[in-house]
């Protein structure tokens, strides 16, 4: 009876442990922090700002885009004013954030009359890691400031996930000790 128990006991520790360590992959938000460094204009300096997307819809295979339909959201910080996805000229088509065969190629930005982070000015449907100073909407107005670095942030462990493997390993010590104690009863 003593062992019919403890097997159940242990069944459900491993249960737990195992539900909460392979779940079934499924879409992610992912964060990217980004930071500016203007190394010539008016402004020069660091500026600093980050995005998420959904990545669901990702392949992983050739060029891809993802835009404000995949969850795409944009904060950046720059000369003292906070802008976002919204702020883009071309909202909500644009902004968008780029890959090849998977990899982060970078976002396409352009706020009128401010900044256009993006591959090339001559084509702002691709991603990169250009910072241009613009003049209006006129792609024509860019000048090349500097450049755009991406840093993946990492993702924080479900509490979910965390709380069940607490739970088992509490199991597992309380079972443990048990055992222990039980053995020198007899």
Same mark, same amino acid.
């Given at each position: 009876?003593?062992?019919?128990?403890?097997?159940i006991?242990?069944?459900?520790?491993?249960t737990?442990l195992?539900?909460?360590?392979?779940k079934?992959t499924?879409?992610?938000?992912?964060?990217?922090?980004?930071?500016?460094?203007?190394t010539s204009?008016?402004?020069?300096?660091q500026y600093s700002?980050s995005f998420?997307?959904?990545?669901?819809?990702?392949?992983?295979i050739?060029?891809?885009n993802?835009?404000?339909?995949?969850?795409?959201s944009?904060?950046f910080?720059?000369?003292?004013?906070?802008?976002?996805q919204?702020?883009d000229f071309?909202?909500?088509?644009?902004p968008i954030?780029?890959f090849?065969?998977?990899?982060?190629?970078?976002?396409?930005?352009?706020?009128?009359?401010?900044?256009?982070?993006g591959?090339d000015?001559?084509?702002?449907n691709i991603? #990169? &890691?250009?910072? /241009?100073?613009i003049?209006?909407?006129?792609?024509l !107005?860019? =000048?090349e400031? #500097? &450049?755009?670095? /991406?840093?993946?942030?990492t993702?924080?462990?479900? !509490?979910m =996930?965390v709380?069940s493997?607490?739970i088992?390993t509490a199991?597992?010590?309380?079972?443990?000790?048990k055992?222990k104690?039980s053995?020198l009863?007899n």
């Open positions: 009876m003593k062992l019919a128990k403890d097997i006991i242990a069944g459900f520790a491993v737990i195992v539900a909460a360590v392979a079934p499924q879409a992610a938000l992912v964060n990217y922090g980004f930071t500016v460094n203007a204009g008016q402004n020069p300096g700002g998420q997307y959904d990545d669901s819809t990702l392949t992983g050739g060029e891809e993802l835009g404000v339909s995949n969850g795409l944009i904060l910080d720059y000369l003292g004013t906070q802008y976002t919204a702020s071309d909202y909500p088509a644009s954030v780029s090849t065969n998977g990899n982060l190629s970078g976002l396409s930005y352009l706020v009128e009359d401010r900044f256009f982070i591959k000015s001559g084509n702002p991603g #990169g &890691t250009k910072f /241009y100073s003049l209006s909407a006129d792609l !107005s860019t =000048t400031l #500097g &450049t755009v670095t /991406y840093t993946k942030s993702p924080v462990p479900e !509490s =996930t709380g493997v607490a088992a199991m597992g010590l309380g079972m443990k000790r055992k104690v053995g009863a």
